[in-house]
């Protein structure tokens, strides 16, 4: 098994954060009768604020400029029948129902499950 630390790029001293991992390590005794690797790997994962990676458009309309663009321009992209799914959900199952296969089956079904909740 093996143990990675984590440290930000923050961190001024990473060989001291590296090794103070390793004093830890090796001051508890392992489970197994294997030895853990006397250097653990450590990992420096920059950190970076959300408004860092923005683009600058949508930060200079106030944030939601960018959602906005795009979800207009994903309605104007939208056909009939993607309306049609949107307001009436049941239209693509619909569309692809076996009706010889499984209406039968179906309206026995509902059938069963009526007669069975009706008295109850």
């Keep these: 098994m093996e143990i990675t630390s984590y440290a930000s790029s923050s961190s001024r001293d990473l060989a001291s954060i590296a090794a103070a991992a390793d004093s830890v390590s090796s001051s508890y005794p392992s489970a197994s009768s294997t030895t853990m690797p006397s250097s653990r790997p450590v990992k420096i994962i920059p950190l970076q604020h959300p408004s860092a990676s ?8 106030g944030g939601g400029g960018g959602l906005f663009l795009r979800w207009k321009s ?5 056909t009939w029948l993607d309306w049609v799914e949107t307001f009436l959900p049941c239209s693509r199952w619909i569309r692809t129902y076996k009706w010889r296969e499984y209406l039968q089956i ?3 079904a509902g059938l069963t499950v009526g007669v069975m909740l009706v008295p109850q």
């Design 74 to 78: 994903k309605l104007k992209k939208m």
């Design 106 to 108: 179906d309206l026995l």
């Design 54 to 61: 923005a683009p600058s458009s949508s930060s200079s309309s």
